[in-house]
């Protein structure tokens, strides 16, 4: 018998509610996807401390490979540029993803493997591209100030979001034989790293005064855990 759904499934609304990889809804919104309901298992404690201890360790792994790069022994004086910021993202969701999946069955493994990678290319691309407009602005004589380069932030931004999801899904699925992974609110939300992480490439003077490089080994270790808890 079908049951409502609904009623049913009221407690995935929860914030730590996700939806496996390959069964998110095609319905069309006109900015954000819905997620097809039906799909979602609540993500348990074991998920998450699995999740957030490989996430930390994901993410000191390369902090400290900076750090005896760099010379430094105190990590919040570290450095970053664009490689540095991929390589903490990216060590970051292999952490989390690559912990997560201990004791998880295969489908539920290659599900957390296709969410890493589009969190990955999610806070990558968009940073890469802003990254290169920002050049492009400082080499402009009508777009090198302030107004030119956050418009030049937010549209990179919005572009490297929406081309990370296509990118991804080509990727996980070159075939197109299962829903796509649709760019969400939260999604977009959670790319606050990027927009931090440009501010600090940019050398914004208000990041510059509120040191916002300290919050980036923070927020990555977030994005890890984050990909690494989803079932």
């Not at 490989?54 to 400290?64: F, H, L, N, Y």
Request: proline content about 4%; some cysteine.
């Amino acid at each position: 018998m079908i049951r409502n759904i609904n009623s049913s499934y009221t407690s995935l609304e929860r914030f730590d509610s996700y939806p496996e990889y390959g069964d998110i809804s095609r319905v069309n919104k006109p900015l954000f996807a819905q997620r097809h309901r039906a799909f979602e298992r609540q993500v348990t404690t074991s998920d998450k401390v699995k999740a957030g201890v490989g996430a930390v360790i994901g993410t000191i792994i390369p902090m400290i490979l900076m750090m005896k790069k760099q010379k430094v022994s105190n990590p919040f004086k570290l450095e970053y540029g664009l490689k540095e910021m991929v390589a903490m993202s990216a060590g970051s969701i292999t952490g989390g993803v690559a912990v997560g999946m201990i004791g998880e069955n295969k489908k539920t493994n290659e599900n957390k493997m296709r969410e890493g990678l589009f969190q990955f290319l999610n806070a990558s691309i968009p940073t890469w591209i802003v990254a290169g407009v920002l050049k492009l602005c400082e080499s402009s004589k009508n777009f090198n100030n302030l107004p030119g380069k956050i418009l030049s932030v937010a549209g990179g931004l919005i572009v490297g979001m929406y081309g990370a999801a296509s990118v991804s899904n080509l990727i996980c699925d070159p075939y197109d034989k299962r829903p796509d992974r649709k760019l969400t609110l939260k999604d977009c939300l959670i790319n606050i790293d990027d927009a931090l992480g440009v501010l600090v490439l940019a050398k914004f003077p208000l990041a510059e005064k509120l040191h916002v490089e300290k919050l980036l080994p923070f927020i990555f270790a977030y994005c890890g855990y984050r990909a690494g808890k989803s079932n």
